[in-house]
């Protein structure tokens, strides 16, 4: 028996960084319990092709090409959204990229290149959506934050910025938004294996370390994710706002002791 506390069913839901990883197990999770999903990715024949591959159940998968560094691009998505669906429910900021290296290697056009996706674009974007969601009275934000949020990982300076950032301005939004009825949250996922990450997780002193300091002692997959995605989505969260979720396996509980029970 189907709990309308957690429906999303009729929602319409756009999704930043919808054609593969995290966005796309969310979009399609959704549009199986009946959203309309709006995924979007920097190509459009990306996100086209991503449309077709995700098995969309009773919902529908909408691909529209958007790079969330451009606020022009962000301007006209949304516009293009608000004039076909007359509204938006659910923003899932997931769009975001990194460059691994020393913080000294770390260029300029590095650090605007991370900061202007995953925190400007983000923002601006979140921006943008709220005016819809104000004019409804209504609406959830979900930000992708990370464990970089609770504590930076060596040799991505800037992505940890974004990512602490991230929780930051999710509070704030939170903080200005709610009386008006638009709730802002975020969700930071622990060590995901995506296609992005495998090679990474492939070595086996990360993997060993990784499940060393993963109480569940396994790697998360993209659809780890939904459940919590859906809870902050749904009228099953209509009381939490200006919160950080860390999906992680336990990472974040606490560290692992080199000392025997």
């Not at 301007?75 to 608000?82: A, I, W, Y």
């Not at 969601?133 to 940890?160: F, H, K, W």
């Not at 990360?206 to 109480?215: C, N």
Request: charged share 20%; aromatic share 6%.
């Amino acid at each position: 028996m189907s709990d309308p506390l957690f429906s999303v069913t009729d929602q319409i839901t756009l999704v930043s960084g919808g054609t593969r990883g995290i966005g796309r197990a969310i979009a399609e999770g959704f549009a199986q319990r009946g959203s309309r999903v709006i995924i979007t990715g920097r190509d459009q024949s990306a996100a086209e092709r991503a449309a077709e591959q995700i098995d969309a159940g009773p919902g529908e998968i909408v691909p529209i090409a958007c790079d969330v560094a451009s606020p022009d691009q962000i301007d006209q998505l949304v516009s293009r959204v608000d004039a076909q669906f007359e509204r938006i429910d659910t923003l899932i900021n997931v769009a975001g990229v990194n460059r691994r290296k020393p913080a000294l290697e770390v260029s300029e056009s590095d650090y605007d290149a991370i900061l202007d996706v995953n925190l400007k674009g983000a923002f601006l974007l979140s921006q943008r959506v709220a005016r819809v969601m104000l004019r409804e009275g209504a609406g959830s934000q979900i930000n992708i934050a990370s464990l970089n949020t609770d504590r930076p990982l060596r040799n991505v300076l800037p992505y940890a910025v974004s990512k602490a950032g991230m929780s930051s301005m999710t509070r704030a939004l939170a903080l200005e938004w709610g009386p008006s009825g638009i709730r802002v949250n975020a969700l930071a996922p622990g060590f995901v294996l995506t296609d992005l990450t495998r090679k990474l997780w492939s070595d086996e002193t990360m993997q060993a370390w990784g499940l060393e300091h993963t109480p569940q002692r396994r790697l998360g997959v993209p659809e780890d994710m939904l459940g919590t995605a859906i809870f902050l989505a749904s009228a099953a969260s209509a009381f939490l706002t200006g919160q950080t979720i860390f999906v992680d396996g336990g990472f974040t509980a606490g560290w692992n002791w080199p000392i025997g029970d």
